[in-house]
């Protein structure tokens, strides 16, 4: 019950364990094919899907490495900790970043206004939309729509938010959305993917920063062969577990995915209501389907908790920052199921009774 890796579901794991195929033969282009076009709708993208041999962090650089050049101003909603991660690659760049929202919970919109009039050539605006430190589901459409007023490229972290929650990079104006395999698309660690808008492209064509095994521009030409494949040695089996966690996603539809993330969610935030929990930042209008971050009650310690947990078979996350000992936050993305949670939930009842 982490926000990642999360639990690899037993025909993804087969799916993994077939035998080698080679990466620049037909049978591996058809399952690149087929794997790209399956994460379109997750996306909510038209456009290009990218394949990234890497966790989402890579694939987060890679998206400041072929969009922006040195020395250019960014934004950067910094209300979490992958916020700030956003902030921190943009930075060793050489990018000058802005921060806002540095208050750890959620984004204030109007802080965005501000800082899109105090910082007018401002290059680009990097988001969070499922901000696990938090337990909060930033608003993209919205924040999106400020930036793209003043014509910023909106580059989006949806590692945690997609195959969870709806996405859509065509209709809220996002020009990068970054997703990886070991969250809601229930995949062992180690592929990331970026949709890209047409707008990213025309800023991929005068970026300046460095890249070379990340550079989308030769990615996207390796895909366009009459034979695609990728530039470099693709991880086989990956692809072959993404593809068939997909086809599971599918099967079920997205739209029953996203119920289902939605109604665990809810399970835990009213088993908190009921229990003397509180949400780590209840002012939220919005928290993340995928997990939920709960302040642990004022006389005890979370790793207490935690620990109990983790003697019952249940494994959680600790508070990050701040909220470190004061919080646990419980995952429920990808292959978790309502019974997962509710068996959870009784669980921790059980811990807090001998506490």
């Known amino acids: ?12 794991l087969r799916a993994g364990a077939r035998p080698m195929i080679h990466h620049r033969e037909s049978e591996f282009s058809k399952l690149l094919v087929a794997t790209l076009e399956a994460l379109r709708p997750l996306f909510g993208a038209t456009g290009d899907v990218l394949p990234i041999h890497a966790t989402g ?15 250019e101003e960014v934004i950067a909603c910094t209300n979490g900790r992958f916020g700030e991660m956003w902030a921190r690659i943009a930075e060793s ?22 800082a899109l009039e105090t910082h ?87 970026a300046g920063l460095p890249r070379s095994y990340f550079d989308f521009a030769a990615i996207r030409r390796a895909l366009a062969r009459p034979r695609p494949q990728t530039p470099g040695t693709a991880p086989v089996h990956l692809f072959g577990q993404v593809s068939e966690a997909l086809k599971s996603i599918h099967e079920e539809g997205l739209e029953n995915v996203f119920a289902r993330h939605e109604n665990m969610g809810l399970m835990v935030r009213d088993w908190a209501k009921r229990q003397g929990f509180s949400l780590q930042h209840p002012s939220a209008q919005s928290f993340t389907p995928t997990l939920t971050a709960l302040r642990v009650p ?17 494994l959680t996350a600790r508070g990050l920052g701040e909220y470190e000992g004061k919080c646990i936050r419980i995952g429920h993305m990808g292959n978790i199921q309502p019974h997962d949670v509710q068996q959870t939930l009784d669980i921790l009842s059980e811990v807090m009774v001998t506490l």
């Open 93 to 114: 760049f050489g990018l000058v970043v802005h921060r806002v929202s540095t208050a750890w919970g959620p984004a204030d919109e109007h802080a965005f206004e501000d």
């Open 298 to 314: 004022e006389a005890l310690n979370a790793e207490t908790i935690r620990e109990g947990l983790k003697r019952r078979g249940i």
């Open 1 to 12: 019950m982490t926000p990642g890796p999360t639990r690899v579901p037993e025909r993804v």
């Open 57 to 71: 962090r890579g694939a987060m650089e890679a998206s400041i490495a072929n969009l922006l050049s040195p020395g």
């Open 120 to 206: 007018p050539n401002s290059r680009a605006l990097l988001l969070v939309h499922s901000e696990t430190s938090t337990g909060v589901l930033n608003d993209v459409r919205v924040l999106s729509r400020a930036a793209r007023r003043r014509e910023l490229l909106v580059m989006v972290d949806c590692v945690s938010s997609l195959g969870g929650t709806a996405v859509s990079l065509d209709e809220w104006g996002v020009d990068v959305a970054v997703s990886a395999s070991q969250k809601c698309l229930m995949s062992s660690p180690g592929m990331s993917f970026v949709a890209l808008s047409e707008r990213a492209w025309s800023a991929n064509k005068t």
